[in-house]
């Protein structure tokens, strides 16, 4: 018999085209080698040229999905995703205190605001941004905004090195332990540079920019990544760097699929002679 892997949890929506959301999740968790669950919030009907509509999962049936899994299964680190409506965002929210999951409890917590399109259009009404900044963030281990979703949330905009931290201090002020500003949309900067702080320390991330057109997922993956090294009791600066150098290499393995952007790829993280 195996030994039981560490857990993890994402509190997401599904994407029928598998790049981003609860699959993209998923296939992060299982190839840095932990148990992924899910609370499914919303389903999507999507594919690589976008979004055509989605549904949401009643609030009830999301909060049942987290009780149920945490109460047998236990949880080892969290996450979420689309999370869709400020309803659904505050019931999360109480039954995450309820589970203890999140910052001050047993079970670290990233949250992924995933609050802008690709192209930085706004994917939430303004009460589903302020029930993040109120609801999520002051219980988050580590918040893991693009530069779209930080404008949205703080007002601030990233160009640089100097707004890049004035953007981590005003995510800060919402209560979250630890935020990345993640810097992969500061195109004219020829590194991708994450900014990861807690109002004490400032750590500068830099990595590689890989010149492809197939990111769909991209952000997803990251904070997966990270939920995963958190789940094997890695502190956060270490799970971020972690989750760093997994990005990096999926993005450079990404891959074209179907008519539009393709996903970035766990794939190399198997044994291809297996």
């Not at 002051?138 to 703080?154: K, M, S």
């Not at 996903?263 to 297996?274: G, I, K, Q, T, Y």
Request: hydrophobic share 40%; aromatic share 4%.
């Amino acid at each position: 018999m195996s030994a039981t892997p560490r857990t993890a949890l994402t509190i997401a929506g599904s994407d029928s085209g598998g790049g981003a959301g609860i699959q993209a999740d998923l296939r992060t968790f299982f190839a840095c080698g932990v148990h992924g669950m899910t609370a499914i919030t919303a389903v999507t009907v999507q594919n690589s040229l976008g979004v055509q509509g989605f549904s949401e999962v009643p609030v009830d049936v999301v909060t049942a999905q987290i009780r149920a899994v945490a109460g047998d299964m236990g949880v080892d680190a969290a996450k979420t995703g689309m999370l869709a409506t400020a309803e659904i965002i505050r019931a999360v929210a109480e039954t995450l205190d309820e589970v203890h999951i999140g910052r001050h409890r047993e079970t670290p917590f990233v949250v992924d605001p995933v609050a802008a399109s690709m192209h930085g259009d706004p994917l939430l009404r303004e009460e589903a941004l302020e029930a993040i900044r109120t609801e999520l963030f002051p219980r988050a281990t580590l918040v893991t905004p693009n530069l779209d979703e930080v404008r949205l949330l703080t007002g601030v905009e990233v160009t640089d090195t100097a707004s890049q931290r004035a953007a981590a201090d005003a995510l800060l002020e919402f209560g979250p332990q630890w935020v990345l500003v993640k810097g992969g949309h500061m195109y004219d900067n020829p590194e991708c540079v994450d900014l990861l702080s807690d109002g004490v320390q400032y750590v500068e991330l830099k990595g590689p920019r890989h010149d492809v057109e197939h990111t769909h997922g991209g952000g997803d993956t990251l904070a997966s990544a990270i939920t995963a090294s958190l789940a094997k009791d890695l502190g956060v600066p270490d799970a971020v760097s972690a989750g760093k150098r997994f990005i990096e290499r999926s993005v450079a393995e990404a891959y074209p699929l179907g008519k539009g952007i393709g996903p970035v790829s766990p794939f190399w993280r198997l044994d291809h002679e297996a």
